[in-house]
């Protein structure tokens, strides 16, 4: 399996723009996970996503972040308009299980992440 | 309110020296906990998970933790370190209301030659 695929690796852009960062999920999971790293504050889950339906999206900084899931096997987290605060690692993670990762012998499986640099 | 402590956010041992690597969780529920690793420009990789079977629970590339109700404590370990241990590791606990992940700090593993 090729497991979590996450693109684009790295991307730099400048403060006001939008970034699309995107992510397929293992084939045949049914949940999915969007996490943010940086150096404050450890690894927060923004967002995640059961069948395709947000399921909690408390995490999420604010109005210019959106998260789609469109389909079972892709998914989208958007910023618009960024800002330098918004430089992180995102990762994506995905799990299988009846509950839709409300039960944690759900594995949770990580992609490689995204670095963004916002200027 | 879940939440988990790393202590010591970096930790340098020899090769083939004891690893120990702490996670405490404050939980007012019996907990689910978890050890993921991540090696540098890579995402995170289960290491091993307690859900309320044996309190001795191994993982993989010879790490273990145990599982202590009394110390509210999940500590990570392995015998003898190696020099591809050199990664962050971090320590997780289930959030029961919402499914939820919450991850501590993390630690940098070090070893030295």
């Known amino acids: 399996d090729a497991g979590v695929i996450q693109s684009p690796r790295h991307e730099v852009t400048e403060m006001g723009q939008e970034v699309t960062l995107r992510c397929k999920p293992i084939?045949?999971?049914?949940?999915l996970f969007w996490y943010r790293q940086t150096m404050m504050r450890g690894l927060e889950l923004l967002i995640y996503f059961n069948n395709n339906v947000p399921i909690d999206d408390s995490g999420m900084p604010e109005d210019r972040f959106s998260a789609k899931m469109p389909n079972a096997s892709f998914s989208t987290l958007k910023i618009q308009p960024s800002e330098p605060r918004d430089s992180a690692v995102y990762f994506c993670a995905s799990s299988l299980g009846t509950s839709g990762g409300l039960y944690p012998q759900e594995t949770q499986y990580f992609g490689p992440g995204t670095r963004l640099l916002v200027l | 309110a879940q939440s988990v402590t790393q202590l010591g956010s970096h930790v340098s041992v020899s090769e083939g020296a004891l690893v120990l690597l702490r996670c405490n969780y404050s939980s007012s529920v019996p907990p689910y906990l978890f050890w993921y690793v991540q090696y540098p420009n890579q995402g995170l990789q289960l290491l091993l998970k307690y859900t309320s079977a044996a309190t001795l629970v191994k993982g993989i590339n010879g790490f273990e933790a145990e599982f202590k109700k009394s110390e509210t404590s999940f500590h990570l370990t392995k015998p003898s370190a190696h020099m591809s241990d050199a990664a962050e590791y971090f320590c997780?606990?289930?959030?029961?209301?919402?499914?939820?992940?919450?991850f501590g700090q993390g630690t940098e593993l070090s070893v030295k030659p």
């Open positions: 084939s045949g999971h049914n949940s």
């Open positions: 997780a606990v289930w959030y029961n209301q919402g499914g939820k992940l919450i």
